[in-house]
């Protein structure tokens, strides 16, 4: 991994917001969240403009991630998603 910033702390979500949604997205990409992503990948992210959300990212393997306009992270998903503070 990058010499970038690392979390002090870690916590998991409780209830879903729109944070905790994109949270999500990026961690099934296989990325802790938006700063790890732009770290390793420096990419710019593609974001649904009606929502807010994560639209595309690119796997570690090169591969891409296409996410709907709508909430994917089903409130059974909630508690997995890791929240990190700086």
Request: charged share 35%; aromatic share 16%.
């Amino acid at each position: 991994m990058s010499c970038g910033t690392k979390p002090k702390s870690m916590s998991r979500a409780k209830q879903w917001t729109d944070e905790v949604e994109n949270l999500y997205r990026f961690q099934q990409a296989g990325y802790r969240d938006e700063m790890e992503y732009r770290q390793i990948k420096q990419l710019e992210i593609d974001w649904w403009p009606e929502t807010g959300f994560v639209k595309k990212l690119q796997r570690r393997d090169n591969t891409y991630y296409y996410y709907n306009r709508k909430r994917e992270c089903e409130d059974k998903e909630v508690h997995k998603v890791k929240m990190y503070a700086y």
